[in-house]
């Protein structure tokens, strides 16, 4: 079972989502999303707690607002944890979280530690955490299809830009070619123009004279 919330604290409303048990953990570490981040109290024992980033959203630069529902999520939903103030919590790139065989359910080390940045969590602020239960929606989800579905969707997307993108650069192409051609006809025309030349147009007297 997944435990999906809903955090209002940004617009467009974010989706933060946890495994009920260190088994669905394991789950979600295998099929987490490439725009998702992990949260975790640091040192200690606490439910793994994500945030799905909308588009155009960078891990490096969540919003202080959201940051805190995600800190004050994974803070409420650790045992020890919840009692003590002063915590830090850890975040970073889902795919950045390294699980190798001889690691206990649950745990996990990091690929790159750089990617890995740190909060402070003064103490549990009930207004917080209260707001993000009320939205708390339990589902079982078939990770395997949703990956499947995802990455459907997401070729469908790279297709699609990769056909405008190819319509734009034939349109730029005709255009450029055109131009090119009108500069052509231009140069012909002046080439043509100097070739009859017959210099400044003569007086009526000059013209009699040269009769004579």
């Known amino acids: 079972m997944v435990l999906f919330f809903t955090s209002t604290s940004v617009t467009p409303s974010a989706i933060i989502y946890m495994g009920r048990d260190k088994v669905e953990n394991e789950e979600l570490i295998k099929y987490a999303w490439p725009q998702d981040v992990w949260f975790h109290v640091d040192k200690l024992s606490s439910a793994h707690v994500y945030l799905r980033m909308s588009e155009g959203m960078t891990w490096e630069s969540i919003p202080t607002a959201l940051l805190t529902d995600c800190a004050q999520l994974v803070k409420a939903n650790s045992i020890e944890g919840n009692k003590k103030d002063n915590l830090t919590i850890i975040y970073t790139p889902a795919d950045n979280l390294k699980k190798t065989g001889d690691m206990a359910v649950g745990q996990v080390s990091f690929h790159n530690d ?42 469908a997307a790279k297709r699609a830009a990769a056909a405008e993108k190819k319509k734009q650069d034939a349109e730029l192409a005709k255009a450029r070619e055109a131009e090119k051609a009108a500069r052509s006809y231009d140069s012909l025309f002046n080439v043509a123009e100097d070739e009859y030349d017959y210099g400044p147009r003569k007086t009526g007297k000059e013209l009699e004279e040269d009769f004579m």
């Open 114 to 155: 750089k990617k890995v940045k740190r909060v402070h969590v003064a103490t549990r602020e009930n207004p917080i955490v209260n707001r993000l239960n009320k939205t708390k929606v339990e589902k079982v989800v078939d990770h395997e299809q949703e990956r499947v579905d995802r990455l459907k969707k997401e070729n």
